[in-house]
């Protein structure tokens, strides 16, 4: 199956600061990609989809000046948490779709911590 | 209003016996697409099985099948001779033609050896 690669896997950040995460698709084009937030025991809440080139689209509830997502290439897309705050604290995962797929490839995900 | 249903937040099988994992579903869409996907302890989503709305067959891949039911909304993931390995959460998920995939509450099995 399609590879899609998600960084960090891991991350600590201080109250506050910004973080960066990153998915890459490796071995076929994204041209749609989504990020997801899970908390622990429960279900994924889908918080954005972005087309390649084209601005993303936030779920309801979702703080897009919060959330900033970039989608400039076919194979990366990244989201950044600005000015996380310890409520952020969460697993976020990326999937991947490429054109004509049926399938969304996932990311390994992001255990984000804020102290 | 789109939305998954999985109505078991737990489940036990012994090993080596199958296991029937439950999903209802709700849309209005004609066309649409079911999914199944595994995540472990680790937090990676493992894809399993995907059925179309217009397949006429069960989805089977290895020792997972997905018993479809259309007129009922519903797609159960069956797993057949179940492994320690398979111990984890089970998320069944549903993409609408907008192409979102809306997710279960998932369900954690656990298989006892």
């Known amino acids: 199956g399609a590879v899609v690669s998600q960084h960090p896997s891991r991350v600590i950040c201080k109250s506050g600061t910004s973080v960066k995460i990153e998915c890459r698709s490796l071995d076929f084009q994204a041209t749609t990609m989504f990020w997801y937030r899970q908390f622990p025991k429960q279900s994924l809440m889908l918080m954005a989809t972005?087309?390649?080139?084209?601005?993303?689209?936030?779920e309801q509830g979702v703080e897009k000046d919060k959330f900033l997502i970039n989608h400039a290439s076919l194979t990366l897309s990244t989201l950044t948490v600005t000015s996380a705050h310890p409520e952020d604290s969460s697993f976020y995962i990326c999937s991947a779709r490429g054109r004509g797929q049926s399938e969304a490839f996932f990311g390994q995900g992001t255990r984000l911590t804020v102290v | 209003a789109q939305k998954i249903t999985q109505t078991q937040p737990g489940m036990f099988v012994q090993e080596k016996e199958a296991v029937t994992l439950d999903c209802t579903y709700d849309?209005?869409?004609?066309?649409?697409?079911l999914f199944w996907y595994k995540q472990p302890s680790s937090g990676e989503m493992i894809f399993l099985i995907y059925?179309?709305?217009?397949?006429?067959q069960n989805a089977t891949e290895g020792r997972y099948s997905l018993n479809f039911q259309k007129a009922r909304k519903s797609a159960n993931l069956v797993i057949s001779a179940s492994q320690l390995g398979d111990s984890a959460m089970y998320f069944c998920a549903m993409r609408n033609q907008g192409g979102k995939l809306i997710f279960g509450q998932g369900t954690e099995l656990s298989v006892k050896p």
């Open positions: 849309t209005s869409d004609p066309s649409y697409g």
């Open positions: 059925q179309g709305s217009y397949d006429q």
């Open positions: 972005s087309n390649e080139g084209s601005k993303a689209t936030y």
